[in-house]
């Protein structure tokens, strides 16, 4: 079908536009080692079977921008061109072509480029970029473990560095949960420096979060506070790397709550502030734990064991884990130690350790003692052995300066029993 005069530049406009439409998206696909012509596209001007596709949609470009041209040739150069048309062209001839192609704007052309359409995800591929592409492993949309969101979590990655257990992490729900959703850079990073400067060590940090994995739902100026309230109570920072490592919870709790503990140890123990914070620094959970233990461990010493509240106060700056001791480990070994060794008050309130001591222990050794005839505990009489020396030392030395016997004579009596 012939087209008029008026049709003729449109109709080569379209063309132009389509072929370099086709030549900028197989160039993509396809890319060679070859001139560089925009965004990455490269295009090696070789005639070959597998891009002679690619060079007719160059060659429709060039013919387009030269139909003026062609026009204008007397018909002897056309004949001439016609019959060179029909034979390959050389590498020479198509050099001198591409340099005749007219330049366009720019801009113009970096925007037609960039309104060109994605390519298909059904763009057929070659079996060699086939078999270069890597696919990540799915993520599972629901798990009952940490375990399989680690390669896909650069958080959970890093946690597992610093040491911390997501084993342990995992039991509970909302926690694991936290975890997924947190941003190492912008939730973690500003924890982790926040604890390293309150003194845990590197080498604690994974045993702490482990343990207060819910200190990364709290709010960090809040956690600041809460230090701030321990200095002003006098609490040096040793102190506060101290109680935060032995107690992980206790930058949880608010700063109302923490001023609540410590007026209750002062006003029930009628300690003075020293003491009390000696107190909570050596048993820091005292401040995080529950206090119905406690209340009920000082009706037990007051009421049950007949001990008077000064001889209380002794025994638990001394020893801080009787206040949160069992109460039937307590009576059994009051027991034994009052009525069957027949100590009085006065003495075990000198060595409270006695209460920290394992029962079978002291009864082992005291009946030992007795089956040599050395159980003697008056320090008004000779061969005196005080309760400290009975519970703290070990078997060899128990045997050798207590005992006056060999370690072989102690197992041989205990098979006896």
């Known amino acids: 079908m012939a087209l008029s005069a008026q049709q003729i530049p449109r109709w080569f406009n379209s063309a ?14 396809f890319t060679r080692p070859g001139r560089t012509l925009l965004h990455g596209f490269s295009a090696q001007p070789q005639i070959s079977s597998d891009n002679c596709f690619l ?9 387009s921008s030269l139909w003026n041209s062609s026009e204008s040739t007397s018909s002897s150069s056309q004949e001439n061109n016609s019959t060179q048309s029909s034979l390959l062209p050389s590498m020479d001839e198509q050099s001198q072509k591409t340099q005749k192609i007219p330049s366009f704007d720019s801009e113009l052309f970096l925007e037609e480029l960039d309104e060109l359409p994605p ?19 799915p993520l599972p949309p629901a798990s009952f473990t940490l375990r399989d ?21 995992e039991k509970h729900t909302e926690a694991a949960n936290l975890l997924l959703r947190l941003d190492f850079e912008k939730d973690i990073k500003q924890m982790l420096l926040f604890l390293k400067d309150v003194g845990i060590k590197d ?4 045993a702490f979060l482990t343990k207060n994995h819910a200190i990364f739902s709290e709010d960090l100026e809040n956690l600041k ?16 790397a101290q109680m935060v490592t032995k107690a992980p919870f206790l930058l949880n709790f608010s700063v109302e709550r923490l001023d609540n503990r410590l007026g209750f ?12 914070r000696d107190l909570v620094v050596r048993l820091p959970r005292l401040l995080t734990g529950s206090l119905e233990p406690v209340k009920e461990n000082m009706k037990v010493y007051r009421l049950e064991l007949g001990f008077k509240h000064n001889e209380i106060q002794h025994m638990i700056t001394r020893i801080p884990k009787m206040l949160t001791a069992n109460k039937r480990k307590l009576t059994e070994t009051f027991d034994f130690v009052h009525n069957v060794m027949s100590i009085p008050h006065h003495i075990i309130v000198k060595f409270p350790q006695v209460f920290n001591t394992r029962l079978f ?10 089956y040599l005839g050395r159980a003697q505990y008056d320090p008004a009489k000779p061969n005196y052995i005080s309760l400290d020396k009975l519970v703290s030392i070990p078997d060899e030395i128990f045997c050798e300066e207590i005992a006056k016997a060999s370690v072989q004579d102690f197992d041989k009596f205990l098979k006896t029993l």
């Open 265 to 276: 140890f002062q006003k029930e123990l009628e300690l003075s502030v020293k003491k009390t």
């Open 119 to 137: 390519l298909s995800p059904m763009q057929p591929i070659s079996e060699e970029e086939a078999i270069q592409i890597i696919a990540d492993p």
């Open 361 to 370: 222990k002291i009864k082992e050794r005291h009946l030992f003692l007795s």
């Open 16 to 29: 132009k536009l389509r072929s370099l439409i086709n030549a900028a998206q197989l160039t993509k696909c």
């Open 55 to 63: 060079q007719w949609g160059f060659k429709t470009y060039k013919t």
């Open 203 to 206: 080498n604690q940090l994974g």
């Open 225 to 240: 506070i809460r230090v701030a309230y321990l200095h002003s109570k006098n609490f040096s920072k040793a102190d506060v």
């Open 149 to 169: 969101y680690v390669d896909h979590s650069e958080t959970l990655q890093k946690l597992v560095l610093l040491g911390v257990d997501l084993s342990k992490i």
